[in-house]
């Protein structure tokens, strides 16, 4: 379950947490579609956004990068709704075969917001599933 921050990576968490006084647990930094994911500590998420969102825009507007916040969470079935923010997620059920994986049950209509354009949220979701709960995969049901 270890994984190393890239130098730029620790450079990024280094500025938000400078920018916003909330704990960066986690940085991914997804040049594919230019932007940053957060995994940020567990009860923290309103000093990371702050009032309006102005701490995002802030960070983003340093970065030149749009960014996603995702909530931290003990249990990998939360952090897998936490990470598939903002589709309804109403459950999450972890298998454990050859590999593991979280089935994310997530209504129709939000199958899109879960997956994201070209597939980045739910990309970003198996990252950070894979480097904190050593999950394999998550499908939608």
Not at 113 to 128: F, K, P, Q, S
């Amino acid at each position: 379950m270890g994984f190393t921050l890239s130098d730029e990576a620790r450079q990024y968490a280094a500025l938000f947490e400078e920018e916003t006084e909330a704990t960066v647990r986690d940085c991914v930094v997804d040049d594919e579609y230019d932007r940053v994911v957060f995994l940020i500590k567990a009860g923290e998420m309103g000093k990371a956004i702050g009032a309006d969102g102005e701490h995002v825009r802030q960070v983003e507007q340093r970065l030149g990068r749009t960014i996603k916040l995702v909530e931290d969470a003990s249990f990998a079935e939360d952090l897998v709704a936490n990470a598939l923010a903002p589709a309804a997620v109403y459950n999450v059920t972890i298998s454990e075969n050859d590999d593991l994986v979280a089935y994310a049950e997530v209504a129709q209509e939000d199958h899109g917001a879960a997956i994201g354009t070209d597939g980045r949220n739910i990309e970003a979701a198996r990252t950070l599933a894979r480097r904190h709960h050593d999950i394999d995969d998550i499908q939608l049901t």
